[in-house]
C-alpha cells in the first residue's frame, strides 16, 4: 500500500531528473513548395556523384554563378511570403516580384525590371464530364510565372493545372535548346501551354457539337441554363488565352532572347494565333447557338399562346348559348318545344365543330 502511495511521487522526481531536449527550431517558410531545381550547363543536368539530383537552390545559385554558361531552373508550387522572400535574397529579385509571386489569378503579361524579367502565363485544362448541366466545370485555369535573369529561370505555379515536370523532362532531352539558357525554360513552358490550349479547344469542340445537336433535336434536351453555362466557362477560357498575344510579341522583342530561340518562339505564336481563332469561333457559334435556343422558345411560347386562343374561342360557343338561355325570360325560341334541349346541344356541337375543323386547317390546333 505504502509503495502504491509513493509510486506518482518517484515519477514526478524521474522527470526532474530527465534531460530536456531542445525543441526543434521553427521552419521559415514552406520549404515543399520547391518542386525540384537543378543546376544546368552546355544543354545537360549538372550532377555531383553520390550527391541527390535536387540540388538546394542556395547552393545552385552559387555553383551557376561561379561556373561559365550555367543556369538555375528552380520549380515551385504555391510558395508562401517568407518562401519568396529567401529565394528573392538568393536571386536578387524586386521585392515586388516576390510579392506577386506568391498570390495567383495575374493577368498573362511581361515586365522587366533591370536584368530580371516576369513572364506571366495561364494553364487551362479541360474537364471530363459525360454530360453538359447548368453546373458543369468544362475548364479548369490556374497561371504560371516565370522570372528570366542572366543565370536562373524561376517557374511559380498556382493551382493544381499546368504541372511542370513533364516540361523538364522534354527539355531535358532536348539539349539543342536548353543550351540557350533561361529562355528555352520560358518557351518549353509557352510552348506546353500554347498545346494545352488547342487540347482544350478540340474537347470544347466536341462538347460545342453535342450542344447543338441537342438544341435543334425532337427532344430538345438541352436549355438555356446549359448554354450559359458553357459560355461561363468560354469566359474563362479566353481570359487565359486572349491576353498572351501581346507577351509572345514582347518576348520576340526581347534584347536578351538568344537569336537561336526566336524560330521556335515564331512556332509558337503561330500556334497561339490557331489557338485565338478558334476560341473567338467559339464565342460566336455559342451567341448563334444562344439566339437560336431563345428563338425556339420564343416560337414556341407563340404556338402556345395560339392554342390557348383557339380552345378558348370554341369554348366560348357552347358559354354564349348556354348564356342566353339561362336568363330566365318567359318567351325565348325554343322553350316550349320538347326538341328545344337537344337542339341547342346539337347547335353546340355542330358549331364547335365547325370552328375546331376551321383552326385545324390553320395550324392553331
Known amino acids: 500500500m505504502l509503495e502504491q502511495r509513493l509510486r506518482p511521487f518517484r515519477q514526478f522526481l524521474d522527470t526532474l531528473r530527465r534531460p530536456r531536449r531542445a525543441a526543434p527550431a521553427p521552419r521559415l ?17 549538372r550532377a555531383e556523384p553520390g550527391q541527390p539530383r535536387q540540388v538546394p537552390f542556395p547552393e545552385a545559385a552559387r555553383i551557376a554563378r561561379r561556373r561559365r554558361n550555367a543556369f538555375v531552373w528552380l520549380g515551385l508550387h504555391e510558395p508562401d511570403r517568407a518562401t519568396m522572400d529567401l529565394i528573392a535574397e538568393v536571386f536578387g529579385l ?12 495575374h493577368r498573362p503579361g511581361m515586365e522587366t525590371v533591370g536584368e530580371v524579367t516576369r513572364l506571366v ?31 536562373f529561370a524561376i517557374t ?57 445537336e441537342e438544341i435543334f433535336s425532337a427532344g430538345r434536351g438541352a ?27 514582347q518576348v520576340l522583342a526581347a534584347r536578351d532572347l538568344p537569336a537561336g530561340l526566336r524560330p521556335y518562339l515564331v512556332d509558337v505564336r503561330g500556334r497561339l494565333g490557331r489557338a485565338v481563332d478558334r ?14 435556343r431563345l428563338a425556339q422558345i420564343s416560337i ?45 346541344v346539337g347547335t353546340m356541337a355542330v358549331l364547335c365543330g365547325g370552328l375546331y375543323w376551321r383552326l385545324k386547317k390553320t395550324g392553331w390546333l
Open 29 to 45: 517558410g514552406n520549404p515543399d513548395a520547391v518542386v525540384d531545381c537543378a543546376v544546368y550547363a552546355a544543354g545537360q543536368r
Open 94 to 105: 524586386h521585392e515586388l516580384f516576390a510579392e506577386r509571386a506568391t498570390s495567383g489569378g
Open 300 to 344: 414556341a411560347q407563340n404556338d402556345d399562346m395560339r392554342k390557348i386562343a383557339a380552345w378558348a374561342a370554341i369554348a366560348a360557343v357552347p358559354t354564349v348559348i348556354a348564356g342566353i338561355y339561362g336568363m330566365n325570360f318567359a318567351v325565348m325560341p325554343g322553350l316550349g318545344s320538347p326538341y328545344g334541349f337537344a337542339g341547342s
Open 156 to 212: 511559380v505555379r498556382h493551382g493544381p493545372v499546368g504541372p511542370l515536370w513533364a516540361v523538364r523532362q522534354e527539355l531535358e532531352k532536348r539539349p539543342d535548346v536548353l543550351r540557350h539558357g533561361p529562355w528555352a525554360v520560358a518557351y518549353a513552358v509557352g510552348s506546353r501551354l500554347v498545346d494545352s490550349y488547342l487540347d482544350v479547344a478540340g474537347h470544347v469542340e466536341r462538347d460545342l457539337e453535342t450542344l447543338e
Open 121 to 151: 502565363l495561364r494553364a487551362a485544362r479541360y474537364v471530363e464530364h459525360d454530360r453538359l448541366t447548368d453546373t458543369s466545370e468544362v475548364v479548369e485555369t490556374g497561371d504560371i510565372t516565370v522570372l528570366i535573369g542572366p543565370w
Open 279 to 292: 476560341v473567338a469561333g467559339f464565342d460566336d457559334l455559342l451567341n448563334s447557338i444562344l439566339q437560336a
Open 223 to 249: 436549355g438555356i441554363a446549359h448554354v450559359y453555362q458553357l459560355k461561363r466557362e468560354m469566359v474563362e477560357f479566353k481570359r487565359a488565352v486572349l491576353p498572351l498575344a501581346d507577351p509572345f510579341t
